[in-house]
Structures are given as structure tokens and as C-alpha cells.
Nanobody, 124 residues
Framework: QVQLVESGGGLVQPGASLRLSCAVSGNIFSVLAMGWYRQAPGEPRDLVASITSGGGTNYADSVEGRFTITRDNAKNTVYLQMNSLKPEDTAVYYC??????????????????WGQGTQVTVSS
């Protein structure tokens, strides 16, 4: 089965940098869009950044110019480089991937998968 494994979270001071990674494995026909979302306690899960299979990117206004999303299609891995971190960036960060899966009858399903989440805390 498909799984997403995240790494790279931690506790850092304002202005510091972190690099998150998310590796996708399992029964994968292809990986379409990938993205990072974040969620603070009591708040909805919001899009941080997304990237298409061709490399097109989209960012939330709050992280534009500070965060960079990239992907390595050969490794089925997506990254989030976070620079100039602010306390308001504190949240659990979740990796997301839109994946096509070929079934036994050769049908292809499009499914959405989520990582376990990794805590990012920015505090002085």
C-alpha cells in the first residue's frame, strides 16, 4: 500500500531554517501533484505549498518568498525548504500526494494520501 514518510521537523529559533522531506512508496503508477499543509491546534489544515508533476509551484501568501517546494520525481520525494522562520509558522506540517494506482484489472485510480505529520516549532 502507498505510504508517505515525513522527516525534518524540529524546534528552532526565529530566523532559522528547516528542510522537510516526504518520501512516497508503495503501489504507485504515477505521482501527480504533491504538497505541504500545516495545521495549528483548533485550526483547519491549510495549504502551504504545492507542486505539479511538471514542477509548477503555488504558495500561500504567508510563506511566499521564504519557503521553497521542490520534488525529485526519480525518488518520489517532495521537499519544503523553510527559511526565515517565524513563530506563526509553528504547526504540524503534513505531506500530501495525489497518486494514480493501477489495479489488477488495469484500471487506474486517483487517490489522495497524507503523511503522518511532523512538528515545526519556532520560538525564542
Amino acid at each position: 500500500q502507498v505510504q508517505l514518510v515525513e522527516s525534518g521537523g524540529g524546534l528552532v529559533q526565529p530566523g532559522a531554517s528547516l528542510r522537510l522531506s516526504c518520501a512516497v512508496s508503495g503501489n504507485i503508477f504515477s505521482v501527480l501533484a504533491m504538497g505541504w499543509y500545516r495545521q495549528a491546534p483548533g485550526e483547519p489544515r491549510d495549504l502551504v505549498a504545492s507542486i505539479t508533476s511538471g514542477g509548477g509551484t503555488n504558495y500561500a501568501d504567508s510563506v511566499e518568498g521564504r519557503f521553497t517546494i521542490t520534488r525529485d520525481n526519480a525518488k518520489n520525494t517532495v521537499y519544503l525548504q523553510m527559511n526565515s522562520l517565524k513563530p506563526e509558522d509553528t504547526a504540524v506540517y503534513y505531506c500530501n500526494a495525489e497518486i494514480t494506482e493501477r489495479q489488477q484489472d488495469d484500471r487506474v485510480d486517483v487517490l489522495d494520501y497524507w503523511g503522518q505529520g511532523t512538528q515545526v516549532t519556532v520560538s525564542s
